[in-house]
């Protein structure tokens, strides 16, 4: 049974930090693309990031510099370091799993950032 597990969300205040994981377990991690996605009420759900299996990186223009992604194959895991976040960076912060050649493409539960004072 594949999940995906986020964990690392919560309120923060504007201009601080937070370091999102996902863990994945019942998929060959490696050969997945993962991404970090976000969507608040009423609009369409948005990609925050993405690394593939060989470790290219692509992000939302207008988040990059603020975050970063990054994985861990070994621990099956992938990050998200959230960093000088703002009022309108609160979500719902999904995590993907994505691999074309096995047909896999899966979502976590979501874990919940709310940044305000």
């Known amino acids: 049974q594949v999940q995906l597990v986020e964990s690392g969300g919560g309120l923060v205040q504007p201009g601080g930090s937070l370091r999102l994981s996902c863990a994945a377990s019942?998929?060959?991690?490696?050969?997945?693309?993962m991404g970090w996605y976000r969507q608040v009420p009423g609009k369409q759900r948005e990609l925050v990031a993405q690394i593939t299996d060989g470790g290219s990186k692509n992000y939302q223009t207008s988040l990059k510099g603020r975050f970063t992604i990054s994985r861990d194959n070994n621990k099956n895991t992938v990050y998200l370091q959230m960093n000088n976040l703002k009022p309108e960076d609160t979500a719902v912060y999904y995590c993907n799993a994505e691999a074309p050649v096995v047909a896999g493409n899966y979502w976590g539960q979501g874990t919940q950032v709310v940044v305000s004072s």
């Open positions: 019942g998929i060959r991690f490696s050969i997945y693309i």
